[in-house]
């Protein structure tokens, strides 16, 4: 089955920096790349994905890679706020499921 | 319109006792998904629904949790005999875009604490 590595597991960050966090997959039939950021007490919130047939997507501050090649992807934060301040988590899918990274908890530095 | 939900927000039972978690998904959103996360971990696959199927239950742990869905709507998730390694938060997510990757979206989950 997938597996999914998603590093660093914390990121801290001065605001108004940016910040990056990448991923590798193991399945290279994942053709879906969500990434989904958690605030405390709340449910997994989609902020954005990709499929594997781009290699970039961009929504404001936030951007997402592909490179299916090498089986990684990363987000890209840019400007950082402290409304950034959350977990995040990659994901990858083949079909129907999807397999999680383990997260990463971003902290914005004021 | 109104998003995924799920019911208790909270629940603490003790050892032994059984325990049903209900998911109201995204109306119109035909698959639904169970997922569960421990503290401080990722989100752990438990079981997939299209309508009223399961084609895929390869993430219940044991025997003891099982799942349903009628109607293609609502689901619940059961777990008997609860231990306290069930101890978690359990999220539910429906999509419109079975068989296909489609944008998941998530209940705010429910948190179950096992005395």
């Known amino acids: 089955g997938e597996n999914v590595e998603q590093h660093p597991s914390t990121l801290s960050v001065q605001e108004g920096d940016s910040a990056v966090i990448k991923c590798t997959y193991s399945?290279?039939?994942?053709?879906?790349f969500p990434w989904y950021k958690q605030e405390l007490g709340k449910g997994p919130q989609l902020i954005i994905d990709?499929?594997?047939?781009?290699g970039e997507k961009k929504d404001q501050r936030i951007a997402v890679t592909l490179n299916k090649t090498a089986k990684h992807f990363s987000l890209h934060i840019t400007e950082t706020q402290p409304e950034d301040s959350a977990v995040y988590f990659c994901?990858?899918?083949?079909?129907?499921?999807?397999?999680f990274g383990k997260g990463t908890h971003l902290i914005i530095q004021p | 319109g109104a998003g995924v939900s799920q019911s208790p927000s909270n629940k603490v039972t003790e050892k032994g006792k059984d325990v049903e978690l209900r998911c109201d998904p995204i109306?119109?959103?035909?698959?639904l998904y169970w997922y569960r996360q421990s503290l401080g971990q990722g989100l752990e696959f438990l079981i997939y629904?299209?309508?009223?199927?399961?084609?895929?239950k390869s993430g219940l742990p044991s025997d003891r949790f099982s799942a349903e869905r009628t109607g293609g709507s609502v689901s619940t998730l059961t777990i008997q005999r609860t231990q306290q390694e069930d101890s978690a938060v359990y999220l539910c997510?429906?999509?419109?875009?079975?068989?296909?990757?489609?944008?998941?979206?998530f209940g705010p989950g429910t948190r179950l604490t096992v005395t």
């Open positions: 997510a429906s999509s419109f875009s079975p068989g296909r990757p489609g944008e998941q979206y």
């Open positions: 399945d290279s039939a994942s053709n879906y």
């Open positions: 990709i499929r594997s047939n781009v």
């Open positions: 994901a990858a899918s083949v079909a129907d499921g999807l397999t």
């Open positions: 109306s119109g959103h035909t698959a």
């Open positions: 629904f299209q309508g009223n199927s399961a084609p895929d």
